[in-house]
């Protein structure tokens, strides 16, 4: 049985949480959370397709150049090659699972952000 009182937990960016459910080579599933405020590099993944679930909160999700809110209980799919962008640009903290397969470890490509 996993939960994020037993996963292994990790902090990410600018002190946002993640917590590893399941950690092997063919699929990631990982328990996020970020502060408001906060957001991840743009990036993409070769091979990985991601789906990204929202728990509580709203995560901004930019792809491609497009942003999408999603809400509890909403998710998101990131076909692999496609630049993404998770942000929490509300005023409250937003919880997810992020579902990786196959994992994202070796697969991250980081890009400069679209405003830059």
Same mark, same amino acid.
């Given at each position: ?19 590893? $459910?399941?950690?092997?080579?063919? +699929?990631?599933?990982?328990? *996020? @959370?970020?502060?408001? /405020?906060? &957001? ?14 929202? $728990?509580?909160?709203?995560?901004? +999700?930019?792809?491609?150049? *497009? @942003?999408?809110?999603? /809400?509890? &209980? ?43």
């Amino acid at each position: 049985m996993i939960s994020k009182d037993n996963a292994e937990h990790y902090v990410w960016g600018d002190k946002c949480d993640g917590w590893y $459910l399941v950690k092997n080579q063919d +699929m990631l599933v990982i328990h *996020e @959370k970020m502060p408001a /405020g906060t &957001q991840e590099k743009r990036h993409y993944h070769a091979v990985s397709r991601q789906f990204f679930f929202v $728990l509580e909160g709203i995560l901004t +999700m930019e792809l491609e150049g *497009e @942003k999408h809110e999603i /809400g509890a &209980q909403q998710g998101i799919e990131i076909p692999p090659e496609t630049k993404h962008q998770a942000r929490n640009d509300s005023n409250n903290p937003v919880e997810f699972i992020v579902i990786s397969q196959p994992t994202t470890r070796g697969d991250r490509f980081d890009i400069p952000d679209i405003t830059s």
